[in-house]
């Protein structure tokens, strides 16, 4: 990494690390919405503010990779964007939504975790030679 772009990891990785704490203090608030509201609303909040906070952490291990490798994984991005997705789906599963854009959003998920596996088994890491190629399961 040259010495232009020494600063903003850092300032990045900071401000990943004061919203983490911030996070979590605000799901502990929301805690109170089970006493002050219906439950399924207290609920409802309460996990989307706990996959906001992993699709956050997953963040934070991918900005990580980046700075440290100078690259980043394809089954990091992968396990980001199934957080940040299965937030979408639980949010539309408690409103009142279309069951055919739940139904689209779940063949996404589908689709993101086979590319999930795929990438995990057909790591460079894992092939033979220089090519690569793909982990047979017995």
Excluded: W
Excluded at 64 to 92: A, C, K, P, Q, W
Excluded at 109 to 120: D, E, H, M
């Amino acid at each position: 990494m040259d010495e232009r772009h020494q600063g903003r990891p850092s300032l990045l990785i900071l401000t990943i690390l004061i919203a983490m704490p911030s996070g979590v203090i605000k799901t502990f608030l929301d805690i109170r919405l089970l006493f002050d509201m219906p439950v399924e609303i207290g609920l409802c909040q309460i996990s989307v503010d706990t996959l906001i906070l992993l699709a956050v952490v997953e963040v934070f291990k991918t900005t990580l990779t980046y700075f440290s490798e100078g690259r980043v994984n394809v089954t990091f991005l992968g396990d980001t964007i199934l957080v940040v997705m299965l937030t979408e789906i639980n949010l539309l599963g408690f409103k009142d939504a279309d069951h055919m854009k739940v139904l689209l959003l779940g063949a996404i998920r589908l689709s993101l975790g086979a590319i999930r596996v795929v990438a995990v088994r057909c790591s460079p890491a894992h092939g033979e030679g220089n090519g690569g190629g793909c982990r047979r399961t017995r």
